[in-house]
């Protein structure tokens, strides 16, 4: 365990189906992050919420959708997604600004079929 | 906007050799950070650098961050079959609140 629990591990959903994906962490951090990860390509960083407030949104499509109720939780709403979506999604989190390291979970493995 | 560049994309060593993967940024930053993803796993961090021509070394791994505060390298020593995996290099400019990630050397390690 991380210390930054993201659920579910493996995901399936057809393009036209809701779903979300969540992340937990108990680390007194206060910043939260989500990150794409595709094959052959570096992290992208797709939104950025500290202290509870998006403070970046990197011109990911409407069809993800984040949501950080409090400063242990975020989510990630998906519905009508592409297959290019596939990928792995990562959480981090750290403390405000990132200077001490982002701990990162373990991922959840998309497939968009 | 900040760019962090990571040369070799793709290193293969024979197992026992040395090997160093280098990191450079187009802006001067006020930390440096690396990480290590194992295959089929997530980014570990490593380690961060602060000061100027700072070196820190963990076991075999001695990470060193340049005199500019623009570039950094990681040098593995007697490379084990445990070392395989991608190394990540990141940037924090110092009125920046993210890290900038570069694309990763993945490791591959000749028994």
């Known amino acids: 365990e991380t210390g930054v629990t993201q659920t579910p591990r493996h995901l399936v959903m057809g393009m036209t189906n809701k779903k979300s994906l969540k992340c937990e962490q108990h680390l007194g951090h206060n910043a939260m992050y989500w990150y794409k990860q595709s094959a052959k390509k570096p992290l992208e960083l797709m939104f950025v919420?500290?202290?509870?407030?998006?403070?970046e949104n990197n011109s990911v499509p409407s069809r993800f959708s984040p949501e950080c109720p409090n400063s242990s939780h975020l989510f990630l709403h998906l519905h009508t997604l592409q297959p290019e979506d596939s990928a792995l999604y990562l959480c981090?989190?750290?403390?405000?600004?990132?200077?001490?390291?982002?701990?990162f979970g373990s991922g959840t493995r998309l497939t968009v079929v | 906007g900040q760019q962090v560049m990571q040369i070799p994309q793709y290193q293969h060593v024979q197992e026992g050799e040395d090997f160093t993967t280098y990191c450079n940024s187009s802006t001067t930053l006020s930390n440096i950070q690396w990480y290590k993803q194992r295959p089929g796993g997530h980014p570990v961090f490593l380690i961060q650098?602060?000061?100027?021509?700072e070196v820190k070394k963990q076991k075999r791994l001695t990470f060193q961050f340049g005199e500019a505060k623009k570039n950094s390298s990681l040098h593995i020593t007697a490379t084990q079959t445990t070392d395989v995996g991608t190394y990540f290099c990141?940037?924090?400019?110092?009125?920046?609140?993210?890290?900038?990630f570069g694309a990763g050397t993945t490791v591959t390690v000749r028994a």
């Open positions: 981090a989190s750290s403390q405000e600004g990132g200077g001490y390291g982002y701990t």
């Open positions: 650098l602060v000061k100027s021509g």
């Open positions: 990141a940037g924090l400019e110092s009125n920046d609140y993210k890290l900038s």
């Open positions: 919420y500290s202290l509870e407030e998006r403070v």
